[in-house]
């Protein structure tokens, strides 16, 4: 029988859970080391694909040949061209080229072999991953030969774990999840009663995590370097290997006051001592940008630091004290502690692959989680372009009408009606839109799909088109535009039936052997 999965695929590592017989979920370990986390770092060597620990190691040595923190890239039309040693703009040209989506296929295949018979997974994504980033996701599970049962936000699959632990019963009302990784950060307000879990908003940054600390920390290794020496480091030339130092000393500086580190540069080696206090101070920027997306969540949720029963912490970057202390501040209490962050949302994201596939589970494990409820929330506007009469400007403009709201209880059906313009138009043109905001200006949107529905016959202006956009609890959005009078329609489903010359280009380098 296929197992019961749940993956977290993050930006410097990631995690492979499964249900077990009982029904409670079980990070796997790694073949290679038996640690359960496993860096998602990709070793592009000749003919074989390296993925993990191995991986990471090599980065020093053939930085060009290692692709780290794909995650972020999700979004992004770009290539990683391993002969430049870079990401760099989708080109045709370019043969020796992998998208994010390819990478992050190579990251699941390696976490699918810590398991036998792995076919279906619920996989994590953070919780404002863009609609692009969630299909690129669900390509690479594809290109994985994974079936997604359903993708889960990052938070929510943390608040699903933390509910269904059976010695904290006592986490119950309004909750706090903030997740703070190596590559982003979601804060998400749930209300928590029994194992029922209600998400209520979420807020978060794509671009903080404990990478951008480690790069503060570089660029404060390198003013010291220079008061020493009166020479710069070569950072640009060096990048892995002090961004790898930098790793290093931050989390020595979690446990430790100072830390004295040994740094070669152009003149030489030297002794360098950074504190705590110093690297906090780096970090004041990023800190504040966590305090204002905290106190936005809480507002969004219009609840007050004093509703909030408990702060969970997940994500590895938690473990910087600078960052509970700040917690401690904005939310007026300490945050929970002694759950496994590093562990949380793969575990959370198993149990949901059982909720959603219970007809494979046995019956011990449908017990175990037969009181486990979800219901997550649309985190950002879903909405289509419009052309408008501008009373003040006296033409028409292009207008954002918004469908779906955020925060909006998953599932989701909205719709709208919308009239042509002018007499026999021929067709409508369709712009489907993202937006974080409540935007009219199209602007600030991102236009996730366009089309073109075109009326068979010629009408007056005032043509009434219906539109439906329907939001699953998987993310899957599903738009309809429909002409009332004659009943033709322009279909969409946001899914990840793209890509097609990416897996193109996968097959034709199928020989690469996970190793
Ligand atoms: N003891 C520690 N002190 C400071 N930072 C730490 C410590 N342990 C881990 N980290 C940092 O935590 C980050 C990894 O956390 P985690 O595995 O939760 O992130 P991720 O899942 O890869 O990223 P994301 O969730 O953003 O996609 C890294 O930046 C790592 O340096
Ligand atoms: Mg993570």
Redesign the pocket.
Known sequence: MSKIIGI????????IAQLDDLGTPEVLASTDNNKK?TA?SVYIKDQNVIVGDKALDALETVPKQVITET??QMENDVVYSVDEGKWVDKDEKNKDYYSPAQISSFILSKLKGYASDVKKAVITV?ALFAEKARVATLDAAKMAGIEVISLIN?PTAAACYYASLPNVKKITGKILVF????????VTVCEVQGEEVEVITSRGD?WL???D??KELINLINEKYKKLSGKELDIENNYSKYMEVA?QV??????RDKQIETIDGPDGAKEIEITRVEFEQSIQTHIEKLKMLMEEALDGSGLKAENISHTLL???????PIITKTIEQVMKKPPLKGVN??EA?AAGAAIYAGLKSKKNLNEAQKKAISNVKLQDVCNFYLGTLVQEDDPVLNRQVTANLILIDRDTPLPATKSSRLVTLYDDQESISIDITQSEGRERNREFVNIIHQGELKFPDKKPKGRPIDVTYTYDTSGKLHCIFEDEATKEKYEVSIRPESAEDLRRNYEAIEHIVIE
Do not use: C
């Not at 931050?250 to 446990?255: D, G």
């Open positions: 977290d695929l993050g930006t410097t590592y990631s995690a986390i998602s995650k972020r953070p990052e997740d703070l990784g190596g590559g982003t950060f979601d794509k995590g404990g990478k600390f480690d790793e931050k989390r020595v500086l979690s446990v997940v994500g590895g970057s938690t473990r910087i962050v590093d949302v």
